[in-house]
């Protein structure tokens, strides 16, 4: 079926699609608020605090410009909903993630203007995303990286601690991150705009490529994409 035929709007695979997109545009923007405490961690000084900051720091380097597609689900009250995304990242401040429903036809674009994050309907929109959203000041942050498996913001600074399953934490401006307990690759990364919370993890991530499976989760809710062949 082609992209613009008008029969999928009435398509049910298509309005799944557009409940779940409506669904999670808080969530895409950060304005889900989620809670919880951190586990205690051991205060690195010496040649392992260096060596941790070090690596922490690494992990903001990925090679622009970023193209990648996905395959999600959600998992929205327990009931699992497919859908499509695309990234373009021409430079950390210049991208656009796009969702789709599952006929493929377009729902919505997150734009990010270097710290301003905005939304754009498409025209499988319907009702949803309604159009009164106004962009959110997210500072320096790069979805490209999030979804390459590196540190959404810039790592210029934090305290860095080793959890008690070994690995390293850095708590730096706006973001938490986290080795995995070999410490040799980023596992998870908690992102923070105006005292709310997204949860970024990378499960079964074994290199320091872009992970194949990007996990996020806010208030219950998880979002699972998983990154085409390219």
Known sequence: MKAGDASSKNHPAARIGGRF???????????????????????????????????????????????ASFSGIAELSGRPVPFLAGLSSRTASEEILGFYDPMGRAVLFLRNEGGNVSVTRGPAADEFPPGN????????VSLGRILSGAAGYPVDGGEVGRAPDGSWVLAGRGQTLFSDPSRRLL????????????????????????????????????????????
């Open 21 to 67: 997109l409506a669904a999670c545009v808080p969530v895409l923007l950060f304005v889900a608020a989620g809670t919880g405490c951190a586990p205690a961690r051991q205060r690195l000084v010496g040649e392992e605090a260096r060596t941790a900051s070090t690596f922490f720091v690494s992990t903001a380097d990925v090679c622009f410009p970023i193209r």
């Open 187 to 230: 596992s998870r990364a908690e992102y923070d705009i105006s005292g709310k919370r997204v949860t970024v993890t990378y499960p079964g991530r074994d290199s320091r490529g872009p992970p194949r499976t990007v996990e996020v989760e806010v208030m219950g809710n998880r979002i699972l994409l998983r990154r085409d062949g390219e």
């Open 133 to 140: 959203i106004r962009p959110l000041d997210a500072g320096p």
